[in-house]
């Protein structure tokens, strides 16, 4: 337990003063405040008042008879608006256009066909599907009024809303889709990250000899473990590091953001969602460093190390890759994903990714977890003394077969 302890704590002392580590982790903090500071920072650079210009919109039309008519219509349609009505002549309309005295034109051949003229047409103009929702309107008050119908039962025709009511009896997949994409890319940004650092440290270690004499000097066992779980804590710290200024920042500028749907679910995750996120992110990570320190071990020098963790890397973007597709389709629940709910090397991801966005039997997340907890340790140890045999073997990169009867020996 001492050699672990003293493993755990240089490893992990070792992170937290990596300049590296600590400049990911600075500048992740900084772009989040950039971003949900964002609202405020662009108020800064607005014109004058902060409210929104008021639009100044012309509008002829070739027929006097729904001159009155029309002019209601727009003025109901764009309440915040200046409507100006004037005559349909095309010269003084293009030239205040162009000249940017008013914002767009709308010319009326009838209650049904129109022309919308504008200087420059932006991405956010919307003006066509307002008219066009409010011409569809009066066109057929007016036939309705035609065919000897009132105005007044026309128009309550015309505005019978339908009221609707959704009752969810399972999880709200829409909600809960944004947090659970933000924990899957989270976990699949640390387990490289880390994964990679981790199996680049113990190649390191081996490359120059340092590992032989620590391997003497301390269990196999003791420093697989040590070294993972030092790891294991400080990309947990760091995740909270990240997440913890998003959520601190988000309060600071929560009435900034308005009632903005996608960023107001990332904050309210659900407390058992939460905890399960962590058990998840916590067990999936073990798996995975674990595989990465043993291949590590295995790499006969630092440049051979992408080489020989590419098989876990495939791996593990196999199991991405699954959840990912499964959730753009709404699939959460198809046989491959129940499946991969239970196989320790993608259930982290497609588990948690159940439980977030479909109803889950307990027995199921118990079973889950069990086996997640089962591998994690058995791993842990197969890996220690894949370690203890890997360090040693130097040269031509060892065959797998060579390195299991060397492990099933030892």
């Known amino acids: 337990m001492k050699q672990f302890q003293t493993i755990f704590g240089f490893e992990l002392k070792s992170y937290f003063k990596n300049k590296i580590f600590l400049g990911i982790t600075i500048f992740f903090m900084v772009l989040i405040a950039a971003v949900m500071f964002f609202p405020q ?9 902060s409210t929104k210009k008021e639009s100044v919109l012309l509008v002829a039309t070739k027929n006097s008879e729904d001159k009155e008519v029309v002019e209601t219509l727009f003025t109901d349609a764009f309440p915040k608006d200046e409507i100006r009505m004037v005559d349909n002549d095309w010269d003084s309309i293009k030239k205040q256009i162009e000249d940017e005295s008013v914002d767009g034109a709308f010319v009326l051949d009838n209650l049904t066909t129109y022309t919308y003229y504008v200087n420059n047409l932006t991405l956010s103009d919307n003006n066509t599907a307002i008219v066009d929702q409010a011409l569809q309107k009066a066109y057929q008050l007016k036939t309705l009024q035609e065919k000897g119908m009132s105005e007044t039962d026309a128009s309550q025709l015309l505005v019978n809303n339908i009221v609707h009511t959704t009752k969810n009896l399972g999880k709200d997949q829409i909600t809960n889709f944004f947090y659970t994409y933000i924990m899957i890319f989270a976990l699949y940004m640390v387990i ?21 004499l620590l391997i003497t000097s301390a269990k196999p066992t003791s420093m697989m473990f040590g070294k993972v779980l030092a790891s294991c804590l400080a990309g947990l710290t760091q995740i909270v590091c990240i997440f913890g200024s998003a959520f601190l920042f988000y309060q600071i500028n929560q009435n900034s953001w308005g009632d903005n749907p996608i960023i107001a679910s990332l904050f309210r ?25 043993a291949v590590g071990s295995l ?49 982290p991801m497609a588990m948690f990714t159940r439980l977030a966005m479909s109803k889950v039997a307990t027995y199921e997340i118990i079973l889950s977890i069990s086996i997640l907890v089962v591998s994690a340790i058995s791993i842990g140890i197969l890996s220690a003394k894949i370690y203890r045999v890997g360090v040693l073997l130097y040269g031509n990169k060892p065959k797998f077969l060579s390195v299991l009867k060397s492990v099933w020996r030892a």
């Open 41 to 49: 920072i662009s108020s800064l650079f607005k014109n004058g008042d």
């Open 192 to 212: 490289l990250l880390y994964g990679q650092m981790v199996a680049t440290n113990v190649a390191s270690e081996k490359d120059s000899r340092a590992m032989e």
């Open 269 to 293: 995750i659900p407390a058992e969602l939460l905890v399960y996120m962590i058990i998840f992110f916590v067990l999936g990570f073990l798996v995975y460093a674990f595989l990465f320190s």
């Open 299 to 347: 790499a006969s020098k630092v440049e051979d190390i992408n080489t020989s963790s590419m098989p876990v890397t495939l791996l593990f973007v196999a199991g991405f890759m699954i959840v990912i597709f499964s959730m753009t389709n709404g699939n959460v629940d198809s046989l491959l994903m129940k499946v991969c709910s239970f196989v320790p090397f993608t259930s």
